[in-house]
């Protein structure tokens, strides 16, 4: 791939000073949040961050993560102006190579589902569409419609001898909660019964007070969920919404029912990493 003066366009390592230009193509994810600040930029993203240059500034960037033997792409945007181009697809190879040389076996990334382009060169490199997921916006009132929690149910944080048990009881990514465990944005909380401690496939979250985001979010029923929402909204205070990404099937018919909000819908996609070109 060459830009139209003939040179040769590779993604670089991100820079301290790129934090502008993430800025301003964060906005192109079309998501609620607002882009990271430049501290969360400087102590943790730009370690993860590519960009591909062109004649015009940075025409795309990714933000990347490795969780044991997958890949994560976090973020891919492509300038608007620089669509249609065959930049997604150069990225996406480029950072293959990258996720091999450090030991993956497969990578993963979230899509919106109206987003054809996105789904047919995700396709085309191997993925497949997986658990489909909606963020609602939901406030305290909203939980009146859940089932009453188990009064034995407490809320615990997640340490590291649970990494594996709630990994396997909610099929996630192998190294995705020890990954979250890291950042200081992230707390991660269990539902547990004194009785049974055992017991792993009670629910799971993930609350990110930045962002009033609850993401990963798990629960062996509403009632289950009733009793994470309710620890969430009193951990996080002053909260009056705030955002839960779930596809529990029994959930979000209730959610939708009491009024709560749908913002967003993004697909999973997941496959083995194409061979070498």
Do not use: I
Not at 186 to 199: V, Y
């Amino acid at each position: 791939m060459r830009d139209a003066h003939g040179e040769a366009l590779g993604l670089r390592p991100g820079r301290v000073e790129d934090h502008a230009d993430f800025v301003r193509l964060f906005g192109e994810l079309g998501v609620e949040d607002p882009p990271p600040p430049l501290d969360v930029w400087v102590s943790d993203l730009v370690k993860r961050a590519f960009f591909l240059e062109g004649p015009e500034g940075v025409a795309a960037y990714a933000v990347v993560d490795v969780l044991e033997e997958t890949g994560y792409v976090v973020n891919l945007v492509v300038a608007p102006g620089q669509r249609g181009r065959g930049l997604g697809r150069k990225v996406m190879r480029e950072l293959a190579a990258w996720f091999r040389a450090r030991g993956c076996r497969e990578w993963m990334l979230y899509v919106k589902p109206d987003n054809a382009p996105a789904l047919a060169l995700y396709g085309a490199m191997g993925m497949k569409a997986g658990r489909l997921e909606t963020t609602w916006r939901l406030s305290w009132r909203h939980l009146e419609a859940l089932p009453l929690a188990p009064e034995e149910l407490e809320v615990v944080p997640v340490s590291g001898p649970d990494f594996a048990p709630l990994t396997q009881a909610f099929g996630l990514v192998p190294g995705k909660l020890a990954r979250f465990a890291t950042q200081g944005t992230h707390r991660l909380r269990r539902l547990m019964n004194p009785e049974h401690p055992e017991a792993a496939g009670l629910g799971l979250m993930d609350v990110r007070p930045l962002a009033r985001v609850l993401a990963p979010f798990y629960a062996a029923t509403p009632a289950h969920a009733r009793a994470l929402l309710e620890a969430a909204f009193l951990e996080l205070g002053s909260a009056e919404e705030l955002r839960v990404v779930t596809g529990d099937a029994e959930l979000e018919p209730l959610l939708r029912e009491a009024g709560a909000r749908a913002v967003l819908r993004t697909l999973v996609m997941r496959g083995p990493l194409p061979d070498p070109q």
